[in-house]
């Protein structure tokens, strides 16, 4: 057996392809001298780094892009499938429409969910602000089944036929006026 | 506000006046935006970057925030005064080192910070000491109401607030809590926190990214997804979440002083008598010896030095503050002599008489 490339001693259990700024090195050691290797490879730190907030999270996750999709380009700011996907950033508001379909599945992949639960803009269109708040409601509405949360529940479903109905008589007087 | 002057202060989120401070540094809740009418800042051309600015900086000169605000134009800024704004959490480091018109404006308590034409158009932070999340996110909500009427956010019913980078999308909310969880380190115990918040998808992570050994004993625990939960829904998992390590920490930091009182009493001495006394130092040495202080100081093991005062060492031995205090360029050794000198002054005052 190999013999430990460090302290040339114990015989090497550990075979490791360390990889630095592409030099390449081979490294053959045994128990004890790996253990102090991860330890060491672990405590260097940047030290230029200042103690900040990291922002960087998630990553985006590698999901694979046929040629079919990678040549899609939105007509709003120019930007294709391909290039947001080795860039990371999309190009503009309008990709979340040229690029739906594609992006479903990662946005999925990211969040778990693919459909925006919380605060809404107080501009947003009157119309679709309440279709919003109906899609959210809803969406409460269900969890608050799930937690067996009957009183919540039942505020919910009050506050939903509420704006349903609100709705509906705004679209009533419409057509009269009409 | 000059960044001169700032040498001499540090931001209310040190101060380490909210609720849990002993474990609890900080937490912070961040919002993306952008404008519907514009392509985001990566696509933008130099003229539309100056358009966005102009824009954004007019919008939130006549908002209704409450709080007067600095204004720093950062491509104007030399590389040393980025850096230092980068320690103090004021901006980003993608913030610090990006291309075109960027601006940030900061409140004088330096609590909120408004970075234009960062990775996004807009991104609005929102920091507090201690764990009071729920006053970040009060606070926040105003601020990008107050915002919103002077202009037209980029939104969809189904993807919510549409930012550059898909991980953003939803809600744009990144809400972060940074513990310094010393005993749960010492213990090993740090590991099983890790894992239990992996599974509930929430990320931790060392003040150095992943992968790095976390210095002077910081983690950062924050929200991995914004689609699909509301705002109060991500924060109000993290509250659920933090007290749990608090606990733990604090469990953890018992046993250390059943176990071997002397021993650690010892070790947190010599850490102080380092920091006092050294004649050169580096960056990572002193944050590894204040985080034991910092805890000595908890478990009442050191009684003349002050929990603000820690903190703020943590940010003022760190390069771009040295330089700044010290009026000049320095390099790595130069700053290592200098941050000794620093900490000596600052540690040998016989009492603390620091705020609070």
Redesign the interface.
């Known amino acids: 057996m190999k013999k430990c490339t460090r302290c040339d001693n114990k015989p090497a259990t550990l075979h490791i392809t360390d990889i630095q700024d592409g030099v390449v090195e081979a490294l053959h050691l045994c128990q004890s001298c790996a253990e102090e290797y991860f330890e060491s490879a672990?405590?260097?730190?940047?030290?230029?780094?200042?103690?900040?907030?990291?922002?960087?999270?998630?990553?985006?996750p590698d999901i694979e892009v046929d040629s079919e999709h990678a040549n899609l380009i939105c007509p709003?700011?120019g930007?294709s499938f391909a290039e947001f996907r080795s860039?990371?950033?999309?190009?503009?508001?309008h990709d979340?429409?040229s690029f739906e379909e594609e992006?479903l599945p990662?946005?999925e992949n990211?969040?778990?969910?693919?459909?925006?639960?919380?605060?809404?803009?107080?501009?947003?269109p009157d119309a679709?602000r309440k279709?919003?708040e109906l899609?959210?409601l809803r969406n409460e509405l269900n969890l608050a089944v799930e937690d067996e949360d009957y009183e919540e529940a039942a505020r919910l479903r009050d506050t939903i036929k509420n704006i349903s109905q609100n709705a509906g008589e705004d679209e009533q007087v419409s057509e009269t006026e009409t | 506000m000059d960044l001169e002057s700032l040498t001499n202060t540090s931001g209310e989120w040190l101060r380490a006046n909210g609720p849990e401070s002993d474990i609890v540094i900080s937490c912070r809740v961040r919002l993306a935006r952008n404008l519907a009418q514009f392509p985001f800042p990566n696509k933008a051309s130099d003229s539309v970057l100056d358009e966005i600015e102009t824009c954004l900086h007019d919008t939130i000169s006549k908002s209704t925030i409450g709080k007067p605000l600095s204004y720093f134009k950062v491509n104007d800024l030399d590389e040393l005064d980025r850096q230092f704004l980068v320690e103090r959490q004021l901006i980003s480091r993608e913030h610090s080192q990006g291309l075109g018109s960027r601006s940030v404006s900061v409140s004088e308590e330096e609590n909120i910070s408004l970075m234009v034409n960062e990775e996004d158009h807009l991104r609005i932070q929102v920091l507090h000491s201690g764990f009071a999340l729920k006053d970040c996110w009060n606070e926040i909500d105003q601020l990008d109401d107050a915002i919103e009427e002077h202009v037209t956010y980029a939104f969809s019913e189904k993807f919510g607030y549409l930012t550059s980078c898909p991980t953003n999308v939803g809600t744009g909310i990144r809400v972060s809590v940074m513990l310094h969880l010393p005993a749960l380190v010492i213990t090993k115990e740090i590991q099983k926190v890790f894992q239990a918040l992996q599974k509930i998808n929430l990320a931790v992570r060392g003040l150095y990214g992943e992968g790095s050994q976390a210095m002077g004993d910081f983690y950062q625990i924050s929200n991995q997804s914004t689609l699909g939960e509301s705002e109060e829904k991500i924060i109000n998992n993290i509250e659920e979440v933090v007290p749990r390590i608090i606990e733990y920490e604090r469990r953890a930091r018992v046993a250390l002083l059943e176990e071997n009182k002397q021993n650690l009493h010892d070790q947190i001495s010599r850490a102080y008598g380092i920091l006092q006394n050294a004649q050169t130092i580096s960056s990572e040495e002193t944050m590894h010896l204040l985080s034991s202080v910092r805890m000595g100081i908890n478990l009442g093991l050191i009684d003349d030095l002050k929990i603000p005062t820690v903190n703020e060492l943590f940010i003022h031995t760190q390069p771009a503050h040295l330089q700044k205090i010290q009026k000049e360029k320095l390099d790595t050794g130069e700053r290592n002599t200098s941050r000794a000198a620093y900490l000596r002054k600052r540690l040998n005052n016989g009492t603390d008489h620091s705020q609070n």
């Open positions: 672990e405590q260097a730190p940047n030290i230029e780094e200042p103690v900040a907030f990291a922002d960087k999270l998630p990553e985006i709003n700011c930007i860039k990371g950033r999309l190009g503009c508001p979340y429409i992006l990662l946005l990211i969040h778990g969910g693919t459909q925006h639960v919380g605060k809404y803009p107080k501009r947003a679709s279709q919003f899609i959210r």
